[in-house]
């Protein structure tokens, strides 16, 4: 099982998210948004390079 870590940013009419693993250090795995919330929802996510 691997450690991670939710991170969460709420808003108005938005919401952003990030997850990070955590091995001997933080490592971001993804990230994202949902924008316009209550209008016309965006799923906006981003992963990231694993290193």
């Known amino acids: 099982m691997t450690d991670a870590i939710l ?3 709420g808003g108005s ?12 250090e933080l490592h ?3 990230r994202g948004s ?8 965006r799923l906006h996510v981003a992963p990231t390079a694993m290193t």
């Open 34 to 41: 949902v924008s316009s919330i209550g209008e016309r929802p």
């Open 7 to 9: 991170v969460l940013n």
């Open 13 to 24: 009419s938005s919401l952003k998210f990030a997850v990070f693993q955590w091995r001997d």
């Open 28 to 30: 971001l795995l993804v």
